[in-house]
């Protein structure tokens, strides 16, 4: 059973950045891709970005191209988001999501394993 432990959300002044850090652990990390995914309150979960288990290829959500850049470490089994330049808009709970060979799409029913969750507050 896949196990994923997400860190480093915190309270940041817009303008600021923050890295927020999953440790994959239960199986072999090397062949998922993983996904960060963001809940603001009152929304609905919407897809951040997205590596997949092989080659160079990202995938982000419009709003956060250029401003947030997704990368994984096989040696630590660790995926990350560095997140700079956050506004207001970028405030939500952050989670981390894995799928077994994915293709890194946008769709969150694809991914079959779930953090629960960091959080992340912008202020003005």
């Known amino acids: 059973q896949v196990q994923l432990v997400e860190s480093g959300g915190g309270s940041v002044q817009a303008g600021g950045s923050l890295r927020l850090s999953c440790a994959f652990s239960g199986r072999s990390f090397n062949y998922y891709t993983l996904a960060w995914f963001r809940q603001a309150p009152g929304k609905e979960r919407d897809f951040v970005a997205a590596i997949p288990w092989f080659g160079a290829y990202r995938n982000y959500a419009a709003s956060v191209k250029g401003r947030f850049t997704i990368s994984r470490n096989n040696a630590n089994n660790t995926v990350s988001l560095q997140m700079n330049n956050l506004t207001q808009e970028d405030t939500a709970d952050y989670y981390c999501?894995?799928?077994?060979?994915?293709?890194?799409?946008?769709?969150?029913?694809?991914?079959?394993?779930w953090g629960q969750g960091t959080q992340v507050t912008v202020s003005s």
């Open positions: 999501a894995a799928h077994y060979r994915g293709m890194g799409r946008e769709n969150d029913y694809t991914y079959n394993y």
